[in-house]
T-cell receptor, first 113, second 114 residues
Framework: GAVVSQHPSWVICKSGTSVKIECRSL??????MFWYRQFPKQSLMLMAT?????????EQGVEKDKFLINHASLTLSTLTVTSAHPEDSSFYIC?????????FGPGTRLTVL | AQTVTQSQPEMSVQEAETVTLSCTYD???????LFWYKQPPSRQMILVIR??????QNATENRFSVNFQKAAKSFSLKISDSQLGDAAMYFC???????????FGKGTKLSVKP
């Protein structure tokens, strides 16, 4: 149990376009989901906490207008990178909490040209 | 604020041998949870083991076990009979009641030599 899926696994887009990443909890309901960003050879950096039915809570320094998060249901959260720029290229990972443990999606590699 | 420290950026172990990864943390909370996550080259984060602070008994999961020293705020991971598939980044993480998210250490890269 406690499987989290993420789609797409890899996306390339042009500068100025928007990209949406989906995160789903497949076999459990998640009232809280988390979005992380990971740079090469570094630890995970929390971007925001997503709560079902309410606004996301963003970490300091994360632009909420650039990284739009929507948690529309108990099994789905989406991260939209708006007006993407090359510096947004990174590995994005979502996570959901179940029974006090956090389970992670496989990640999305975003490359902005 | 809570912090998690992994002092070993890299470790190496011979296949079939035992290795211990270190983790220390700082907190003023009495109720919390500690985790070890594995991130192989695929970059999928995998939960290895969880320890509840209120439990005195060290958690074990097959070849993985922890040495939880609450007073010393130490939480090390022991991998027995190391296998090539154990090669990965290992992250120690803390979860307490006052914040809603995991706090990660910087990770330890484990190499397994055949």
């Amino acid at each position: 149990g406690a499987v989290v899926s993420q789609h797409p696994s890899w996306v390339i887009c042009k500068s100025g376009t928007s990209v949406k990443i989906e995160c789903r909890s497949l076999d459990f309901q998640a009232t809280t989901m988390f979005w992380y960003r990971q740079f090469p050879k570094q630890s995970l950096m929390l971007m925001a906490t997503s709560n079902e039915g309410s606004k996301a809570t963003y970490e300091q320094g994360v632009e909420k207008d650039k990284f739009l998060i929507n948690h529309a249901s108990l099994t789905l959260s989406t991260l939209t990178v708006t007006s993407a720029h090359p510096e947004d290229s990174s590995f994005y990972i979502c996570s959901a909490r179940w029974t006090l443990s956090q389970y992670f999606g496989p990640g999305t590699r975003l490359t902005v040209l | 604020a809570q912090t998690v420290t992994q002092s070993q950026p890299e470790m190496s172990v011979q296949e079939a041998e035992t290795v211990t990864l270190s983790c220390t943390y700082d907190t003023s909370e009495s109720d919390y949870y500690l985790f070890w996550y594995k991130q192989p080259p695929s970059r999928q984060m995998i939960l290895v083991i969880r320890q509840e602070a209120y439990k005195q008994q060290n958690a074990t999961e097959n070849r993985f076990s922890v040495n939880f020293q609450k007073a010393a705020k130490s939480f090390s991971l022991k991998i027995s009979d190391s296998q090539l598939g154990d090669a990965a980044m290992y992250f120690c993480a803390y979860y307490g009641g006052s914040q809603g998210n995991l706090i990660f250490g910087k990770g330890t890269k484990l190499s397994v030599k055949p």
